[in-house]
């Protein structure tokens, strides 16, 4: 039987494990040489490491703990957030603006939308989830996100990770 930690830790790691062994397969593939085998060995170990970047910025963005208040979840394109005293639904495509601030010692996404905004713990359940949907909105930076988060004392405005780019109105020619 594996102890639970053990258990943990490999769950929590299993995705830069995965990478490294598409790395490590690649690059052995590359070494068998030949017209084929070379390009194909180097294609997967490029794409490995690729994930295997990603992983690490998931896993530096989970870092953050589990112990905060309420539930976050992500349904078709909603963000979702439930706590006993607030909570509320921000649908990415109206999500304007991203910033982390600082609440009563407690850091919080704030999430700006077109009516209002919502402020998710960091630290709430479920919060790793936040990663995915966060880097897929256009133009998003996952390591700024994750640098952001990592920051020793954000102030308590937050500064701006993300903004929607403006739209140009294109004029037809005529």
Known sequence: MIRPEAMA????WHEVGL????????????????IVLL????????LAAAFGILALRRLRFAGA????????????????YFSPD???????????????IVRAGQRLWRLRL?????EVPVDAAGAEVLFDALSALPGMDSAGLVAA?????PDALGAVIWRRPVARLQHPRG
């Open 114 to 118: 077109d009516q209002g905004a919502l």
């Open 9 to 12: 830790f490999l769950h929590r």
């Open 65 to 80: 703990g589990q112990d905060g208040p309420g539930l976050v979840e992500i349904d078709e394109g909603e963000i979702r």
């Open 149 to 153: 988060l990592e920051a020793t004392a």
């Open 39 to 46: 390009p194909l060995g180097l294609a997967l170990a490029a």
């Open 19 to 34: 990478s490294a062994l598409g790395v490590a397969l690649g690059l052995w593939l590359a070494a068998k040489g030949g």
């Open 86 to 100: 607030f909570g509320g639904v921000a649908p990415l495509r109206d999500v304007s603006e991203v910033r982390l």
